[in-house]
């Protein structure tokens, strides 16, 4: 009996890694731009989340809360042009979440389910961000890549 439970977990384990995995093709987020002095973001408290001891890492866990109409910022960090910066991050509500350049140019997109690579084209400091626009605290999950 202990052999034919064994065959059976063996053949249920190798059927999982052979059968192909099907992934659901996420619809292409909108990226929107916008300047830190335009009312959307101007408005907003910002609080900066710096983390001294991941500075020299480029994976960066996103697992914060954020107070009512609060934006939390990343310390600055210089990317170099023809690079990029990659967010996913999983929202209790809909939210921003983006990079926000040293220029003061705001590149984001909309949503609770926030997956997307920003294209760098100018050398300089950015910071990533998530904002919540609403009256109660939101949750985030997920990383950023710099």
Known sequence: ?????????????????LIPHQTASAEELEEHTAYLTDDEF?????ESMEDVYNIMSESYSMSWT???NRRKTTAFFVKYADSTISIGVELSMSGKAGIIGGDGVV????????YKSFAISKTQPYGVFIQNDHNTSMTSSGYYYR
């Open 66 to 68: 954020i107070k009512k």
């Open 42 to 46: 101007k408005y907003v408290i910002e």
């Open 107 to 114: 590149r984001y997109v909309e949503g609770s389910s926030l």
């Open 1 to 17: 009996m202990k052999g034919k439970m064994l065959l059976a977990s063996i053949c249920l384990v190798l059927c999982g890694l």
